[in-house]
């Protein structure tokens, strides 16, 4: 829970740069990666120095870190586990999200100051293994994510009220339940249950008959084509009053791996929906607009509203978007002369979108470009140069600029 029993915003961290982007853009907790035992070990994560330096700078802004080690443990990584969770504790991190019930019994030893949250990865499912976590020590549950409604809000009934209840609410979905996946292993010979997915449930399939070598069929479904493991992206923001009238104490974004554009664009979104739905308004239209402007899948409310939420896609596992960010604000004076850092190519004339944090998007056109000199120039083609412009409203530091796409 943030402040004053508030819903908690939950916002994925996978480095320094999408840190500071979840937590300008409304994060009341950010959930990072240390260099060991995470599920996402390609994202860029954080060295002992650098999650100290990532608590305080949250801790400074009234947000919460939450560091993750939730991957399925082998025995050689319990010798390891007692110096993770210490390190992690002395770093000023408020909890550890953790899967293995070793994990639970070494944090509370070797780190008391440290709350504990227990990872989808676990497959909490229903209120009596929530109950003997709580037992154990958890602190937080973090409900599995083939949960409808009404299991979740059982779960709630049925539980301690001081133990919190966490729920995604947006980003990728997983064709095996929360995640427990044994094709990356087989395919790839990389452990998803370690953090290293290979995402072989996005890829296409062919079948082969035992007598004819080297001919490939497609696994077809009819019409709906070959992508047979395909799950749709899950969006729950048009549903933020159900969510919180269930119980959810945390509403998690997932998406570690996803770009600090992401970061900052889904978190100010559900910001506002969270914002509305606890003050009793309507949730405006804008703030639902500004999930299509990221790249996804299509969107379902996956298990929710029960067990045919949409969940699959099969025609293909490309990812979609409506608008690309051009442009990411590095400092502005209040007649909105700014000095940015290019992401992709853009030109005078343009049709941009300024999105600064908390504020909905503001259409404008490019007019003046200069370069970093201050002399003329027709676009910004050169990744991450630096460049002035002219924006039609003051904007602090990260503010974004994006370019729709007709």
């Not at 020590?137 to 973090?142: F, Q, T």
């Not at 048009?238 to 959810?248: D, F, S």
Request: charged fraction near 25%; glycine fraction near 8%; aromatic fraction near 8%.
């Amino acid at each position: 829970m943030s402040t004053a029993g508030k819903p908690e915003l939950l916002a994925p961290a996978g480095d320094w740069e999408r840190l500071e982007m979840a937590v300008a853009y409304g994060a009341d907790a950010v959930y990072i990666g240390g260099e060991r035992f995470g599920l996402r070990a390609a994202a860029g994560n954080f060295s002992p120095d650098a999650l100290k330096k990532a608590a305080a700078y949250c801790h400074e802004r009234g947000v919460k870190v939450y560091v993750t080690c939730n991957a399925v443990m082998r025995n050689e990584d319990i010798p390891a586990l007692p110096a993770f969770f210490e390190m992690v504790q002395d770093a000023g991190a408020d909890a550890v999200i953790v899967s293995d019930l070793s994990a639970v019994s070494l944090a509370k030893q070797h780190a008391p100051r440290l709350k504990i949250h227990v990872s989808t990865q676990a497959g909490v499912a229903n209120y009596e293994t929530a109950r003997v976590l709580f037992d154990l020590g958890a602190s937080r549950v973090i409900l599995a994510r083939e949960l409808t409604l009404e299991e979740i809000a059982e779960i709630r009934a049925k539980t301690p009220r001081e133990l919190e209840i966490e729920v995604f609410v947006h980003g990728a979905m997983c064709v095996s339940f929360s995640g427990q996946c044994l094709l990356s292993n087989f395919l790839a010979g990389r452990d998803a249950n370690r953090g290293e997915c290979a995402q072989p449930c996005r890829w296409r399939y062919f079948l082969t008959e035992a007598q004819r070598p080297g001919e490939y069929y497609e696994i077809t479904e009819g019409h709906k084509g070959t992508y047979i493991l395909n799950a749709r992206d899950l969006c729950m923001l048009g549903h933020i009053p159900e969510v919180l009238a269930a119980g959810a104490t945390s509403l998690k974004i997932e998406g570690r791996m996803k770009s600090a554009y992401y970061a900052a664009v889904i978190t100010n979104a559900y910001r506002h929906a969270i914002d509305a739905a606890v003050e009793g308004r309507p949730l405006d239209p804008v703030w639902l607009g500004e999930a299509e402007k990221v790249s996804h899948r299509p969107y379902s409310t996956g298990f929710f509203f029960g067990r045919d939420g949409g969940g699959q896609y099969t025609l293909d596992a490309m990812y979609v978007t409506n608008a690309d960010v051009v442009a990411v604000v590095e400092s502005c004076d209040e007649a909105g002369r700014a000095v940015l850092t290019q992401r992709n190519k853009f030109s005078r004339g343009d049709t941009l979108e300024l999105l600064c944090p908390g504020k909905p998007p503001v259409p404008f056109t490019a007019e003046e470009l200069l370069d970093e000199d201050g002399a003329p120039i027709e676009s910004a083609p050169h990744p991450m140069m630096r460049f002035q412009m002219t924006l039609p409203a003051a904007a602090p530091r990260l503010s974004i600029l994006r370019k729709p796409r007709s």
